[in-house]
C-alpha cells in the first residue's frame, strides 16, 4: 500500500534552515508530481511546492518562493523540502502529498495520499 | 487570505442534510475537490471533480459545481462526519485551498 512518511521536523531559530524528508513506498515514486502542503496550528491547508516525477520543473507558493527548494531523490524514493530563512509564519505542520495520476500535472487530478505531517516551529 | 471562500463552521443535527459551500472566481471553469480532515489526522478526498466519490466514500456524500460556487452536500450526517472540510481547486500548476469549514454534528 502506498506510504508517506515525512521527517525532519523540529523548532528552529528564525532565518535558520531545515530540511525535510517524505519517504515514500508503495507505488513507482519516479512516476509522481509530489507536492508539499502545510498547516499552521489552528489554521487550514496551504499549498507549498510541487515537483515534477524527473524533477525537472518545481512550482512554489508565493508566500515561499526563493526560500524554499523542493527537490527528490528518485533511487531512493525521497522527497525534499529545503527551508531557508525561516520566519515564524512558517510554523505548520508539513506534509508530503501524492496526486492520483502518474506522469502529469492537471487540474483534474486530486490528493489521493498523504503522510502524516512533519511539524516545524520556528521561535527564538 | 484564500481565494476559495468557505464558512467558518456549519452545524447540523444528525441525520439532516449538511450543505458546505466553496466559492471562487469563475470555479465554474475549474473541477472542485473537497477533502475531509478530522482532528489529528491527514487530510482525505471525499469528493473529486466536482461530484465523484472515490472508493470507499460513503454515497450520502455528494458535490456540485455551479456558477462560482462548488457544494458539499452530506446527506443523512453521521457523528462521524464531524469534521474540518477544504475544498481545493487548481489555479494553473497551484493547488488553491478554501479556508476550511469546521461541520458540528450537533
Known amino acids: 500500500q502506498v506510504q508517506l512518511v515525512e521527517s525532519g521536523g523540529g523548532v528552529v531559530q528564525p532565518g535558520k534552515s531545515l530540511r525535510l524528508s517524505c519517504s515514500a513506498s508503495?507505488?513507482?515514486?519516479?512516476?509522481?508530481?509530489m507536492h508539499w502542503v502545510r498547516q499552521a496550528p489552528g489554521e487550514g491547508l496551504e499549498w507549498v511546492a510541487v515537483?515534477?516525477?524527473?524533477?525537472?520543473?518545481?512550482y512554489y507558493a508565493e508566500s515561499v518562493k526563493g526560500r524554499f527548494t523542493v527537490s527528490r531523490d528518485n533511487s531512493r524514493n525521497l522527497l525534499y523540502l529545503q527551508m531557508s530563512s525561516l520566519r515564524t509564519e512558517d510554523t505548520a505542520v508539513y506534509y508530503c502529498?501524492?496526486?492520483?495520476?502518474?506522469?502529469?500535472?492537471?487540474?483534474?487530478?486530486?490528493?489521493?495520499?498523504w503522510g502524516q505531517g512533519t511539524l516545524v516551529t520556528v521561535s527564538s | 487570505s484564500h481565494d476559495l471562500t468557505q464558512p467558518p463552521s456549519v452545524s447540523v443535527s444528525p441525520g439532516q442534510t449538511a450543505t458546505i459551500t466553496c466559492s471562487g472566481d469563475k470555479l465554474w471553469d475549474k473541477y472542485a475537490f473537497w477533502y475531509q480532515q478530522r482532528p489529528g489526522q491527514s487530510p482525505v478526498v471525499v469528493i473529486y471533480?466536482?461530484?465523484k466519490r472515490p472508493s470507499g466514500i460513503p454515497e450520502r456524500f455528494s458535490g456540485s459545481n455551479s456558477g462560482n460556487t462548488a457544494t458539499l452536500t452530506i446527506s443523512g450526517t453521521q457523528a462521524m462526519d464531524e469534521a474540518d472540510y477544504y475544498c481545493?481547486?487548481?489555479?494553473?500548476?497551484?493547488?488553491?485551498f478554501g479556508g476550511g469549514t469546521k461541520l458540528t454534528v450537533l
Open positions: 508503495g507505488f513507482i515514486f519516479s512516476y509522481y508530481y
Open positions: 502529498a501524492r496526486v492520483s495520476r502518474s506522469h502529469y500535472l492537471s487540474s483534474d487530478d486530486y490528493f489521493d495520499h
Open positions: 515537483i515534477s516525477y524527473d524533477g525537472s520543473d518545481t
Open positions: 481545493q481547486a487548481w489555479d494553473s500548476n497551484t493547488a488553491v
Open positions: 471533480q466536482d461530484t
